[in-house]
């Protein structure tokens, strides 16, 4: 029997972020997405369109890659550059809601693309159910 999906995934790709310029957009990125501090309360914001809790944010992750660059003295040095974020996100609502919830996401999450504090050049939203083994 195949289990409804229970998982939303975002996926948030930044601009052309440097910490030398604004180290502030992961921070920012975070706390928009799990619905923490001073950002943009992202889960609230689906929930109130939805009209009751349907998602808890489970997960954030930033996503790296790591970058050679040229030390003082010529030596190599390597430094973890974010590309951009994964949020998982618990789905409590009825199935027949998932499709609309998703789109409440990508409403909100096109809007919040164009603020500065977050720098945000693209997203996808992913739906997925856990498999449980055992």
């Known amino acids: 029997m195949m289990a409804n999906p229970d998982t939303i995934v975002v996926l948030v790709h930044f601009s052309k972020y440097s910490s030398r310029i604004k180290r502030d957009i992961p921070n920012n990125t975070r706390r928009c997405l799990m619905g923490v501090g001073h950002a943009t309360n992202f889960p609230a914001k689906i929930n109130e369109a939805m009209g009751k ?8 992750s930033l996503i790296k890659d790591p970058q050679k660059y040229q030390k003082a003295g010529g030596r190599e040095g390597v430094i973890n ?6 949020t998982l996100y618990h789905y409590i609502g009825p199935t027949n809601e998932l499709e609309r919830t998703c ?3 990508a409403q909100v999450c096109e809007k919040l693309k164009g603020q500065d504090y977050l720098d945000w050049s693209d997203f996808e939203i992913l739906v997925a159910r856990r498999k449980i083994h055992g």
């Open 81 to 86: 550059i974010a590309l951009g974020a994964i």
């Open 53 to 60: 809790e349907v998602i808890i944010p489970r997960a954030f």
């Open 103 to 105: 789109k409440e996401m």
